[in-house]
């Protein structure tokens, strides 16, 4: 019998598998991923050394997705000409923020339930590193200290995160008691309806976050 032109496995197809079994259930096992694959799970091993391995194939492949804009260089602590440089607002730092959140919610959005996985394990996946790189460049570009970036690049990654399971939860994500206030009662009634609800609050919590951190540009904390 012919062998065939092309390898039967890869370590991109283990990927798609493996994230296919986990849009389904949320987790996924090396018999299982086999079996999907229609290999045996030794076979696997060729190509992963471990479980986590597959992980962090899964992860590049939701962080794939994302484009990365155009990186503002650091800004200089004093110009050539002794002269101070542009306060770190007028930069366009904050717009390169902007478009790897808006990438980064739009591609885990789509694999929501992979993203508990992804927190069990160190992340060391070389496209997942570029994204986070690409944040630390443009914090560093707005003033940020080493320390204040790391802080900085914590809170946005949680922020989107939390927003992409926001935006892959039911229509009805709270369903008030008889003991709920008023208040909370007419919130839903007015807020649950709302066309692209998820889409709108991640927009606006990221316009808060990223005005946060305009302000707060150069300082140490």
């Known amino acids: 019998m012919a062998r065939p032109s092309t390898p039967k496995l890869s370590r991109a197809a283990i990927a798609t598998a493996a994230l296919a079994l986990v849009d389904r259930s949320g987790e996924f096992t090396m018999p299982a991923l086999a079996t999907a694959l229609g290999v045996s799970p030794s076979s696997l091993y060729n190509h992963v050394g471990s479980k986590a391995d597959i992980v962090e194939l899964m992860r590049g492949e939701a962080m794939s997705a994302i484009r990365l804009p155009a990186l503002p260089d650091p800004l200089p602590d004093r110009l050539p000409d002794g002269g101070s440089p542009p306060a770190a607002g007028d930069q366009d730092w904050m717009a390169v923020l902007?478009?790897?959140?808006?990438g980064y919610l739009d591609s885990y959005a789509r694999h929501p339930r992979l993203i508990p996985l992804l927190t069990a394990?160190?992340?060391?996946?070389?496209?997942?590193l570029r994204v986070y790189d690409a944040m630390a460049r443009a914090f560093a570009a707005g003033g940020y200290g080493p320390a204040a970036t790391l802080?900085?690049?914590?809170?946005?990654?949680?922020?989107?995160?939390?927003?992409a399971l926001d935006a892959a939860a039911p229509t009805v994500v709270w369903e008030a008691d008889e003991a709920?206030?008023?208040?909370?009662?007419?919130a839903l009634a007015a807020g649950l309806g709302e066309p692209q609800r998820a889409r709108r609050a991640f927009l606006e919590g990221l316009d808060l976050i990223l005005g946060g951190f305009a302000a707060r540009a150069g300082e140490s904390f």
Do not use: N, P, Q
């Open 98 to 102: 902007r478009g790897i959140a808006i």
């Open 121 to 128: 394990y160190t992340v060391r996946d070389a496209t997942t």
């Open 151 to 163: 802080r900085a690049v914590t809170i946005l990654d949680s922020f989107i995160l939390g927003s």
């Open 180 to 186: 709920a206030s008023r208040e909370f009662t007419e």
